[in-house]
């Protein structure tokens, strides 16, 4: 083999380890490269878990959020609680001052009568014997009356109480009445009488009707009570 022979030989050995060194040059920077990218992985599936971790957190703010609503309308409902607990002390509180009669009046028969005022033009008054409310009588834009056992009681639009015992008449009929007022009395019905109040010249000048209850009427001085069962009795 001649010299340049052996040259050439060497050359390509030499060429040969070259190739070989680059192509393991590149493996490596392959290797290095997957590595990275597979290191690069890690971090992405870490960054996913901070992500979760985000969202998880993010859904227990909402959560927190969610119980803070619920607590707003809670508290909401507290506020409004209270607000109605004051209002229902101010309701008892206006139920207190009616509690307490304006006045109390003696009655004929031994019993008193407890006035009460609800509003304007409007009261109330409980017959008590003994602790016991025996009947009650309320104005709502017309006077009241009350027949208890014969004994006649009025209540009028201001609040006056007027009672007498006796005097009274069973309808149905016609009555001559104290003040000269007369009295035509009809049945209507069960429990249900009227009474026409005739003046002078025979004029209906009022008119009262029991409705399974008694009624009363201050006829200019002369107080008038209808009970339900057709009786009726004047008293000046």
Not at 64 to 70: K, P, V
Not at 168 to 177: A, E, N, S, V, W
Not at 223 to 236: F, P
Request: some cysteine; aromatic content about 4%.
């Amino acid at each position: 083999m001649s010299s340049s022979t052996t040259v050439r030989a060497a050359r390509r050995r030499t060429l040969r380890v070259a190739a070989a060194a680059l192509t393991a040059a590149a493996a490596l920077t392959l290797t290095a490269c997957s590595g990275s990218e597979a290191t690069g992985t890690k971090p992405a599936g870490h960054t996913d878990t901070s992500t979760a971790a985000a969202d998880s957190s993010g859904a227990g703010s909402a959560g927190a959020q969610g119980s803070d609503a619920q607590a707003r309308p809670g508290a909401k409902v507290d506020t409004k609680a209270g607000a109605a607990g004051k209002r229902s002390g101010s309701s008892h509180a206006a139920t207190a001052k009616t509690v307490s009669p304006v006045r109390t009046q003696p009655l004929p028969d031994g019993s008193k009568a407890e006035i009460y005022e609800l509003g304007a033009q409007h009261y109330r008054a409980k017959i008590v014997h003994s602790g016991q409310v025996l009947g009650t009588l309320e104005t709502n834009q017309h006077d009241a009356g009350l027949d208890a056992n014969d004994m006649f009681v009025t209540l009028t639009l201001g609040g006056q109480v007027h009672s007498w015992m006796g005097g009274g008449h069973q309808g149905p009929g016609t009555f001559k009445l104290a003040g000269g007022w007369t009295a035509k009395v009809t049945k209507i019905g069960e429990l249900r009488y009227r009474a026409q109040i005739l003046g002078n010249e025979g004029a209906v000048d009022a008119t009262l009707e029991t409705n399974q209850h008694d009624a009363g009427l201050d006829a200019n001085g002369v107080y008038i009570v209808l009970s339900a069962g057709g009786v009726i009795s004047a008293h000046e």
